[in-house]
């Protein structure tokens, strides 16, 4: 992968991962928000995210564009799921399956290994052949399904939950 920079995401970065995520919001069942956002209402999820901490934001850049990004973020609000923390990965459409994927999530996952984490999950759109071979390949393993649980474009789409062991 040509000059692929993994790095945390800044404030800066904040227009591009805007737009890379409304394209899945306006286009695709990944997503089950329903319409684009702001700038200023992604800045306010922005925050959630520190360059510390077990609720990270990395970003893939090359040639200087965002080409990707991976979160981890809380599971759920209860205390005990504290050590527990829900993963997502967005890439440009037009560059999947060249690895970004891969090298972004094994990057967060070493900056995980510093944190008091025990599991990650990620909840996967059906059908995403591509997405369930990433987790997959990275040690994640199917856990359940929940069956029509959101509704995006007049019809009930299956989420498939994923889990990963990190201590």
Partial sequence: MKDLLIRI?????????????????????????????SLEQRRE??????????????????????????????????????????TSIYLNPELTGRGIGNKLYLALFDFLQEEDVHRAYAGITLPNAASIALHRKLGFRAIGIYEEVGRKFDKYWDVQWYEKKLS
Avoid: H, M
Wanted: glycine content about 4%.
């Fill in 9 to 37: 995401a800044n404030d800066r970065d904040l227009p591009a991962l805007t737009e890379l995520y409304n394209y899945y919001v306006c286009n695709t069942a990944i997503s089950f928000d329903l319409s684009p956002f």
């Fill in 45 to 86: 999820w922005f925050k959630q995210y520190s360059p510390e901490g077990r609720y990270r934001l990395l970003v893939a850049q090359q040639e200087g564009q965002i080409v990707g990004y991976v979160t981890s973020s809380p599971f759920r609000a209860k205390a005990a799921y504290e050590t527990s923390v829900e």
